[in-house]
């Protein structure tokens, strides 16, 4: 498996590519393995470390905007730049996921229920994110398969304007892979979008709509009988 | 197989059933020396039964929010103890002797190894996993508990 770039991998494979820049490649014939400059790898950090660890808006702000300009510059269209944030956090969900439940430790718990993962998702995921629960939590009346959650003021959004004709556009969708990232982890294969939906107090407010699967209900319909 | 010393054979699945890493080793409890003392014939069987086992494990999942999920399967005298992640990743110990505790504590340490393999940016989820490091930590976490 040549196209796993890990930095991790041994120097055999590595040597047949370009030569690595010696500076930062330190090879040793007793391990085979390539080292950072202080020599400790990812297994040497603790998961807890930067548990506390705040993350200055701005500095959020400038890497949000870039990662928004550089997947503009791959797409044609609102929907598919939106599919491309999507991407995006469903990565970051993937790997929060695991972590979020790793510092739980040994009362980590998986969700097995539809109301139990939303929970979840509003409550304790949003809070590690971005320090607060969700707004809202609600069911589509009209539709049995569809929950919003809803953000009165999306910190991705802040400092995003968009321009009048990409008025569709909202960047939450980043958000939205998050949480159609966690759904999936927890096996409730979802379609998460974001929505722009303002009310008087709060011109920003953003909703989270999941649509879910049809196994995932029907799954839910069997546990609801036995 | 039912010699002096237990012998292990752990695998981590992927959420497609994909095989991430594969491992053998024996036990250093009781004056043993920590090489697996799988016969030939049955190294391919612990492949089988850990696969069998899946679909025991589809069906326990649901009826439990725990994540380890204790013994999952039997065939003869082998055990199959599975921990499963909140990414639905498997992680499938084929053991012949039962006890619990030491191998919670084991699934707890590879846990936290996969979570920091999950880290790398460079890592997807369902990625075989090849690192050197990994693998020397799990032999350690191995020789530590069982």
Redesign the interface.
């Known amino acids: 498996?040549n196209r796993?770039?890990?930095?991790?991998?041994?120097a055999s494979t590595a040597s047949t590519a370009t030569s690595p820049t010696p500076k930062y490649a330190n090879l040793t014939a007793s391990?085979?393995?390539r080292y950072s400059l202080t020599r400790k790898?990812?297994?040497d950090?603790h998961?807890n470390r930067t548990k506390t660890s705040e993350l200055s808006k701005s500095a959020f702000a400038f890497l949000f905007g870039e990662m928004v300009q550089y997947a503009q510059k791959k797409v044609y269209g609102v929907q598919d730049l939106e599919k491309k944030l999507n991407l995006h956090g469903y990565?970051v969900g993937?790997?929060f996921?695991?972590?979020?439940?790793?510092r739980d430790g040994?009362t980590?718990?998986?969700?097995?229920r539809i109301l139990g993962i939303l929970q979840f998702i509003s409550h304790q995921l949003y809070r590690a994110i971005f320090q607060k629960q969700a707004d809202t939590l609600e069911k589509v009346r009209e539709n049995e398969d569809e929950y919003m959650i809803s953000d009165n003021d999306p910190v991705v959004n802040t400092y995003i304007s968009v321009p009048k004709e990409m008025s569709q556009l909202n960047c939450g969708a980043f958000i939205a892979g998050i949480i159609e990232a966690v759904l999936d982890?927890?096996?409730f294969p979802a379609k998460v979008t974001a929505h722009t939906a303002p009310n008087e107090m709060w011109p920003g407010r953003t909703v989270f709509l999941i649509k879910f699967e049809p196994e995932v209900l029907e799954?839910e319909a069997l546990?609801v009988g036995s | 197989m039912a010699g002096s010393s237990t012998s292990y054979y752990f695998v981590i699945i992927g959420t497609k059933d994909n095989p991430l890493y594969e491992a053998e080793f024996g036990s250093f409890k009781q004056g043993g020396d920590g090489i697996p003392k799988f016969r030939e014939e049955q190294r391919h069987m612990n492949q089988f039964i850990a696969h069998s086992s899946l679909d025991c494990i589809e069906d326990q999942q649901w009826a439990s929010k725990e994540m380890y999920l204790k013994t999952v399967d039997k065939f003869n005298n082998t055990w199959v103890s599975c921990f499963l992640t909140g990414g639905n990743i498997k992680f499938l110990l084929v053991h012949d002797t039962r006890s619990d505790e030491p191998i919670r504590q084991f699934f707890a340490d590879v846990y936290d190894l996969y979570c920091k393999t999950l880290m790398n940016p460079f890592y997807e989820v369902n990625m075989a996993i090849r690192s050197q490091t990994f693998d020397q930590k799990i032999k350690a976490a191995a020789k530590k508990y069982l």
């Open positions: 498996m796993d770039p890990s930095p991790f991998r041994t391990t085979n393995l790898s990812i297994y950090r998961l990565a993937q790997r996921l695991e972590l979020l439940l790793w040994r980590a718990k998986r969700e097995t982890g927890h096996c799954r546990r």
